[in-house]
């Protein structure tokens, strides 16, 4: 069974539209992020969540949401793509958040390499 | 700021040692975390270190220092499916994890 999956893994648009990646996590895990790694392989996150609290990269632009409904879900939408926007987006999901030490060890997903032309 | 610094790439022989360095300068630290990413696939989880001193995880040991603001990734025996980026990661003081740009190790015959 995956863990973390992620839909689309391939997702070619053009520059203006708007598209949503889907994650999922059947671990049971209270938080989720998502992730942006570009082609220096730098990883860099954009959010975490949990059902008490939305963390953001205060340098993610407002084009990009984050939207869970409910704790299994953290869906990416983001609005008027950009060409400096493809990239890989990872998913992940730890046991006890941040704040747990060990638990907060992340279970990634498969990835979404996003192409803007 | 806060930093993470590793090598960005480093070249091994199959069944040799190899060590890979993390230092960082972060505001507090809550433990550090080793992940090794396979190219084209996501990261995966190695380990995990708040103490100082060396963890052992068959093939794999990772070191910590609190006070020098550093770790390594020991990787014995080497594999040549060991051939993948290694990337450290500091839990700061607010919990957040810094990551660093990752290692790429290449495993010759």
């Known amino acids: 069974d995956t863990a973390v999956s992620q839909t689309p893994k391939y997702l070619v648009t053009q520059m203006g539209n708007d598209k949503s990646i889907k994650c999922e996590q059947n671990l049971g895990h209270d938080t989720m992020y998502w992730y942006k790694q570009d082609s220096k392989k730098f990883l860099k996150i954009m959010f975490s969540?949990?059902?008490?609290?939305?963390?953001i990269n205060e340098t993610v632009p407002n084009r990009f949401s984050p939207k869970s409904p409910d704790k299994a879900h953290l869906n990416l939408h983001i609005n008027s793509l950009e060409l400096g926007d493809s990239a890989v987006y990872f998913c992940?999901?730890?046991?006890?958040?941040?704040?747990?030490?060990?638990?907060?060890?992340?279970?990634f997903g498969p990835g979404t390499r996003l192409t803007v032309t | 700021g806060q930093n993470i610094d590793q090598p960005t790439e480093m070249t091994a022989t199959e069944g040799a040692i190899v060590q890979i360095n993390c230092t960082y300068q972060t505001s507090g630290f809550n433990g550090l975390f080793w992940y090794q990413q396979h190219a084209g696939e996501a990261p995966t989880f190695l380990s995990y270190?708040?103490l100082d001193g060396l963890e052992e995880k068959g093939r794999f040991s990772s070191f910590l220092s609190r006070s020098k603001g550093y770790s390594y990734l020991l990787l014995k025996e080497l594999q040549m499916k060991d051939s993948a980026s290694y990337l450290c990661a500091v839990l700061d003081s607010n919990y957040q994890l810094i990551w660093g740009a990752g290692t790429k190790l290449i495993i010759k015959p």
């Open positions: 969540y949990n059902n008490k609290e939305l963390i």
């Open positions: 992940a999901s730890s046991q006890g958040g941040s704040f747990a030490g060990e638990s907060s060890e992340q279970y």
């Open positions: 270190n708040v």
